[in-house]
T-cell receptor, first 113, second 114 residues
Framework: AQSVTQLGSHVSVSEGALVLLRCNYSSSVPPYLFWYVQYPNQGLQLLLKYTSAATLVKGINGFEAEFKKSETSFHLTKPSAHMSDAAEYFCAVSDYTGNQFYFGTGTSLTVIP | DTAVSQTPKYLVTQMGNDKSIKCEQNLGHDTMYWYKQDSKKFLKIMFSYNNKELIINETVPNRFSPKSPDKAHLNLHINSLELGDSAVYFC?????????????FGPGTRLTVL
């Protein structure tokens, strides 16, 4: 069975500072991993995904994530936070069939001017 | 053009009523989903349909019934609404059921049961 754990339900960073949102996964088979962003009162949109190709994945809006099998992690980073990055971020895991798809509990990112 | 659309955007109703939420996708995807997001932003999958066939049916009360008239539509019917049903419901779609495909989400329907 798959699951994901997002450490820190709330993260605050200053504008221009590094953004680091943590995600650890549990999977008995090689997983597919995703990061989604949810802006206030909107649906989720995909930031990036890992599907067993390159371990460093680049996404939209300057975000990237690195798949580390030894640490079972898929942390999301961005070198310099913008005010517009304030949102809820969800890590998700899927098995190869897609029948097992789970979201983490989300991390709310606040960017301080 | 909206890829995944839901109607209505807001739904306020009394306990005990029956209501429906409609979802349509114009992406040509084969798989559609319903999720429930509670007040703490926790997202839980409720149902998944592939080519009009139910493939995921998580533990939800049988008051919730999905209906897929064709692969572009997946509607959610809720009978005998309860206070605990208040949440935001998201519809999503993906190209196929395989796990590597990302899901595209609708804007959500905020259901409030009074």
């Amino acid at each position: 069975a798959q699951s994901v754990t997002q450490l820190g339900s709330h993260v605050s960073v200053s504008e221009g500072a590094l953004v680091l949102l943590r995600c650890n996964y549990s999977s008995s088979v090689p997983p597919y991993l995703f990061w989604y962003v949810q802006y206030p009162n909107q649906g989720l949109q995909l930031l990036l995904k890992y599907t067993s190709a390159a371990t460093l994945v680049k996404g939209i809006n300057g975000f990237e994530a690195e798949f580390k099998k030894s640490e079972t992690s898929f942390h999301l980073t961005k070198p310099s936070a913008h005010m517009s990055d304030a949102a809820e971020y969800f890590c998700a895991v899927s098995d190869y069939t897609g029948n097992q798809f789970y979201f983490g509990t989300g991390t709310s990112l606040t960017v301080i001017p | 053009d909206t890829a995944v659309s839901q109607t209505p955007k807001y739904l306020v109703t009394q306990m005990g009523n029956d209501k429906s939420i409609k979802c349509e996708q114009n992406l040509g995807h084969d798989t559609m989903y319903w999720y429930k997001q509670d007040s703490k932003k926790f997202l839980k999958i409720m149902f998944s349909y592939n080519n009009k066939e139910l493939i995921i049916n998580e533990t939800v009360p049988n008051r919730f019934s999905p209906k897929s008239p064709d692969k572009a539509h997946l509607n959610l019917h809720i009978n005998s609404l309860e206070l605990g049903d208040s949440a935001v419901y998201f519809c999503a779609s993906s190209q196929e059921v395989r796990g590597r495909n990302e899901q595209f989400f609708g804007p959500g329907t905020r259901l409030t049961v009074l």
